[in-house]
């Protein structure tokens, strides 16, 4: 039997993967022909809805040889490199597991290893007062606090979040201590932001009204997208949002009445978040209503049959979609996405979100000057101006 007819996984494409360190920039470099080509790297969260996730990285290799086992310990720093020396991943092992009950086989180490916003969740901060400040000086602190590195992308404009509030009201030092990744959690979705690691191994703190700009929009070719993803609409309006201020000092209401009418009284919100007073919680409350109030059709992922080079906050454009979508084009936004490379291929698993949801729309110099006001579709809401075609009678 041939040494082919043995190999029954294949190795790692040399077109994707350009070099694998152990240990930082005094470490180990890893012999790629050992690296089985089944990578999967994990980036930005997994749902819109749910909670912060590190970046994670699967791979598998093959005969190890037992006295280099010593090097693959859970701790040791791995980098991951594209072939033009970019980085894919940067993190930290946590797992391994050994695999070797076939003969004809040979044996196979997997790795998962994970990102440094996991080491938020295991480093304490707070147990004194934080002052009144921005909701971006506020991220940073904490990012400082940890001993983290990284950046944040404050709201445009910036939000301000009260001081921190003692635990017991009779105790002045009793502030509560947190770890960092529950610290950023706590005002997160008062006004609308993630965080995300990137591939260089650096945090980002990113507020969605802070993702105007920062990358130029991708264009995907639709050739390069798997079939027709499916659309989804449900009710999952909110047309009265409650929300908090001064953590505990108080709370405000606002309504959405013609969306009561129609739906009925559909509520959210958040009681103890830490904006800094009831004006400012009117403001970033009216913000989610206008949001939410309405069913819309949403793409939540898609696969992409290609690499591209996505970044968590980015707005792809989908401007050829098939006859039957809700939409002719569309414009979401990059939350998360999985690279999975598994032979010759390399394909993205992407998830979206809504790009009203990060006050995202048409821009005024994508609207044809021959489009008079007067000729606008009256039945488009403004929250449905996200796209040329809505805004066409028709």
Known sequence: MSELELELEPRAAPAYVGSIRLGGVDGVWVDLGRVLASVQIHHGRDDVDGPLQASTATLRLRAIPRADLELWRPGTTIAIRDTD?????????????????????????????????????????????WPAELWGARMARILSEANLNGVVQAP??????????????????????????????????????????????????????????????????????????????????????????????????????????????????????????????????????????EPRWKLPGLTLLRRYPLEVGLV?????LPATAPLGQWTPIVEGWTDVIEGPDWRQEVVLSDPLLSGLALPWRDVPAELRWLDVDPACSWSEAFVLDNLIPG
Request: charged letters at 20%.
């Open 85 to 129: 020396a970019d980085p894919i991943f940067t993190g930290r092992i946590t797992d391994l597991s050994l695999l070797d009950d076939d003969p004809r086989v040979d044996s196979r180490l997997e790795v998962i290893a994970v990102a440094a916003l996991a080491d938020a969740g295991r480093r304490p901060v707070g147990g004194h007062q």
């Open 156 to 293: 445009t404009p910036d939000v301000p979040l009260a001081a921190t509030v003692p635990v017991d009201p009779l105790d002045p030092s009793s502030f509560e201590t947190m770890d960092a990744l529950a610290a950023l959690e706590t005002d997160r979705n008062s006004i609308g932001a993630t965080a995300f690691d990137r591939a260089d191994g650096t945090i980002v703190v990113q507020a969605y009204s802070a993702r105007a700009g920062v990358y130029t929009p991708l264009t995907l070719d639709p050739a390069d997208v798997l079939y027709s993803p499916p659309w989804y609409q449900t009710l999952d309006v909110v047309n009265r949002f409650v929300l908090g201020y001064g953590y505990g000092a108080g709370s405000i209401t606002v309504d959405d009445s013609a969306s009561q009418a129609i739906f009925g009284v559909r509520w959210s919100g958040s009681f103890e978040s830490g904006l800094a007073d009831a004006a400012t919680a009117t403001k970033i409350a009216n913000l989610w209503l206008a949001r939410l109030s």
């Open 316 to 320: 792809l454009e989908l401007l050829e």
